[in-house]
């Protein structure tokens, strides 16, 4: 980890890390844009495993599977069936679930970086990358909706059925701004402030040991393994956490589909 408890000018004091410190300098600057930085190779770098990976499990599609084979089937049945399937519907769900499955391991691997030494980046600890894919969904399933209801969609989607004509001034425009303004920023905000909140904790504990290890006092210097003690169990919760959003954000992007699909019945 980069050193970032720096002694202050008016000496010994700590200096924290910031959100800036998440924002490393370009690999390959060009113009007056940021260029190529790590977050993209990072992007990259996860297309090209992911794909090596599933595309190697299916190569030999062997009807008693072996390891990696079986690890990939394990894969693609957990989004198939415990986000697909059970919330889309037998019906309507398979020509979903590409959709859905690419989610999920796409933002699963660039959490994961996060926690893995020298990478130490977690993609979505920045928010453009977060809104493309809150972008695409809103897009999905709005697409989805019209496709299936037509123009009446949007009147599904911010008119409740079964509620009095009085109330529906206030009603409707709740609804419009529900679903179709603050779903997708909460959809993308949620993704990005965990990663960047977790990340940001890691750092700082990782920089306040350094701190209290070069200081004199022997009491600073013990206390370093308190807060070392305390840094792992947070670089636990942070992996989990990276798991957790990647089930979220996937698990959520089901719900605005099925919700599409049978707006009518809402």
């Given at each position: 980890?980069?050193?970032?408890?720096?002694?202050?000018?008016?000496?010994?004091g700590?200096?924290?890390?910031?959100i800036?410190?998440?924002?490393?300098?370009?690999?390959?600057?060009?113009?007056?844009?940021?260029?190529?930085?790590?977050?993209?190779?990072?992007?990259?770098l996860s297309?090209?495993?992911?794909?090596?990976?599933f595309l190697a499990a299916a190569r030999r599609g062997a009807m008693v599977p072996g390891k990696?084979?079986?690890?990939?089937?394990?894969?693609?049945?957990?989004?198939?069936n415990s986000i697909g399937k059970d919330i889309i519907g037998g019906r309507d769900f398979m020509k979903y679930v590409p959709l859905l499955f690419s989610l999920f391991f796409f933002i699963l691997v660039n959490n994961i970086y996060g926690a893995i030494p020298l990478l130490q980046l977690p993609t979505f600890s920045h928010v453009g990358g977060a809104y493309v894919l809150a972008a695409i969904v809103y897009l999905t399933w709005i697409g989805i909706g019209v496709k299936k209801h037509g123009l009446r969609y949007f009147k599904l989607a911010t008119v409740p059925s079964g509620v009095p004509w009085y109330i529906l001034p206030i009603v409707v425009?709740?609804?419009?701004i529900s679903n179709f303004l603050v779903r997708p920023v909460t959809h993308s905000l949620r993704l990005f402030a965990t990663m960047l909140a977790g990340h940001l904790i890691v750092m700082l504990a990782g920089s306040g040991i350094e701190f209290l290890v070069t200081q004199e006092n022997v009491l600073l210097k013990g206390a370093s393994l308190l807060v070392l003690a305390g840094a792992i169990a947070m670089y636990m919760l942070e992996a989990l956490i990276m798991v957790l959003q990647a089930y979220v954000f996937t698990l959520l992007t089901a719900i605005y589909i099925e919700g599409a699909l049978h707006a009518d019945a809402h």
């Amino acid at each position: 980890m980069i050193a970032l408890a720096l002694p202050a000018q008016d000496g010994g004091g700590f200096t924290p890390p910031g959100i800036e410190d998440l924002h490393l300098p370009a690999i390959l600057p060009w113009g007056a844009a940021d260029g190529f930085s790590k977050q993209m190779l990072l992007v990259i770098l996860s297309a090209v495993l992911l794909a090596a990976f599933f595309l190697a499990a299916a190569r030999r599609g062997a009807m008693v599977p072996g390891k990696l084979q079986f690890v990939g089937e394990m894969a693609y049945g957990f989004v198939r069936n415990s986000i697909g399937k059970d919330i889309i519907g037998g019906r309507d769900f398979m020509k979903y679930v590409p959709l859905l499955f690419s989610l999920f391991f796409f933002i699963l691997v660039n959490n994961i970086y996060g926690a893995i030494p020298l990478l130490q980046l977690p993609t979505f600890s920045h928010v453009g990358g977060a809104y493309v894919l809150a972008a695409i969904v809103y897009l999905t399933w709005i697409g989805i909706g019209v496709k299936k209801h037509g123009l009446r969609y949007f009147k599904l989607a911010t008119v409740p059925s079964g509620v009095p004509w009085y109330i529906l001034p206030i009603v409707v425009p709740i609804e419009i701004i529900s679903n179709f303004l603050v779903r997708p920023v909460t959809h993308s905000l949620r993704l990005f402030a965990t990663m960047l909140a977790g990340h940001l904790i890691v750092m700082l504990a990782g920089s306040g040991i350094e701190f209290l290890v070069t200081q004199e006092n022997v009491l600073l210097k013990g206390a370093s393994l308190l807060v070392l003690a305390g840094a792992i169990a947070m670089y636990m919760l942070e992996a989990l956490i990276m798991v957790l959003q990647a089930y979220v954000f996937t698990l959520l992007t089901a719900i605005y589909i099925e919700g599409a699909l049978h707006a009518d019945a809402h």
